[in-house]
Structure formats: C-alpha cells, structure tokens
C-alpha cells in the first residue's frame, strides 16, 4: 500500500512539474442553430398574441484564455463577453377594432466561462465540458415588456463540444458546438404561465486562440 502511494506521489509530482499552462485571448464567432417557433397565447378563451420566435443574430464573444497542457491532454478555461439578440414577431388581439404586428427583439449582455477538456491527436485536439453563463443586463423593446410579466434568469449553463486544430503553439483554430440547457422564452409569463417555444438557442461556432 505504501510503494502504491509513493508510486502515485511520483506521478502527480511528475505531472505537476511537466504541467504547461499559457494565457492567451480568444475570439468566437458564432450561429444559432434554432428554428423560428409561433405561440398562440390566449386570455379568457381568445387569442389575444401570436408570438413567434424568428431567430438569433451572429454573436461575437471576446476575452482571456487559460490552456494548460499535461502529455497529450488539455484543459482549458475562458471568460468572454457575449452580447446575444432574439428576434420576434408580435401580433396583438388585445386593441379593440385594431391588430398590429411588430418585429421586436432582446438583447442579452452576458459573462459566459466556458471550460473545457479533452485529448490531442498530432495537431488536433478534441473535447468538452460545461459553459456557465452570467446575466449582466437585458434590453428589450417596449411591446414585450408591455405584453409579458418577465424574470430574468442571471445563471444559466449549456454544454460544449470541440474539435480544433494547431496552428503552432501561439495560434489554434476550433470549432464548437453549444448545446444549452434553457430554452427561449424562458422567464417570460403571460396569463400567469410561463411561456415556453421549448426551443433551446444551441450555437455553432467557429474559434480563434492567440496565447503566449
């Protein structure tokens, strides 16, 4: 039992002193993948919204890296920015002798911390983990604040998974898929119910790393 743990001792010495970690900055342009979604919402048995989910800009998200390198295996952790925006399609019943339809949209100011680990194979590398998301603030326009009682989640997560491949040490390119685990419309109620597209905003993504 003893030479067992002197043996492990030695490798996790070894492993700590072979561990390289270098800070660098990232860069993720990315597509969402959803597709648009109506909702027919009613009141004392009359539509009184339809409310459609059409779609998400391109999102850039930016900011520091952390990779740390042990043999063949890696692992790394991100903090980045993320400004993200939904848009809808609102058509109002609730006007007597009138109907307007207005295209309407939120933006999602977030911190997201992506973190991720995985196996090298030559130049490329392949892996996974979990991304923890940051509510900063929330812009939205007027008819959805006006149609819909909102709470805003601050913390929401989703999964990632990578394949990238090595420039050279300072210059790595990958791309990600984000599967979240929320769904648009989230926090937002009418009637006193949620409403749900029960449509999650995954991600396609394409990377850029500089470390140093």
């Not at 990600?176 to 769904?183: C, G, H, T, V």
């Amino acid at each position: 039992m003893k030479n067992i743990l002197f043996v492990l001792g030695l490798l996790c010495t070894y492993n700590i002193t072979v561990a390289q970690t270098t800070l660098g900055i990232k860069l993720d342009y990315s597509t969402g993948l959803s597709k648009s979604k109506m909702l027919e919402l009613d009141k004392d048995n009359r539509i009184t919204y339809n409310f459609k989910y059409k779609g998400q800009e391109n999102v850039i998200s930016f900011g520091l890296s952390s990779r740390t390198q042990l043999g063949s295996f890696f692992f790394t952790k991100d903090v980045l920015y993320r400004k993200t925006t939904n848009t809808f399609d609102l058509e109002n019943f609730t006007i007597e002798d009138d109907i307007y339809q207005r295209s309407v949209s939120e933006t999602m100011h977030q911190i997201i911390a992506p973190i991720s680990a995985g196996i090298e194979v030559g130049d490329m590398y392949f892996g996974g983990g979990p991304i923890l998301k940051y509510g900063l603030d929330t812009e939205r326009s007027v008819e959805l604040t006006e149609a819909f009682v909102i709470k805003d989640r601050k913390f929401s997560a989703a999964f990632q998974f990578i394949a990238g491949y090595k420039l050279n040490k300072h210059i790595h390119l990958d791309v990600k898929y984000e599967a979240a685990l929320s769904s648009i419309g989230d926090g937002y109620y009418y009637n006193s119910e949620r409403v749900n597209f029960k449509t999650p905003p995954n991600m396609v993504s394409l990377g850029l790393g500089l470390y140093f």
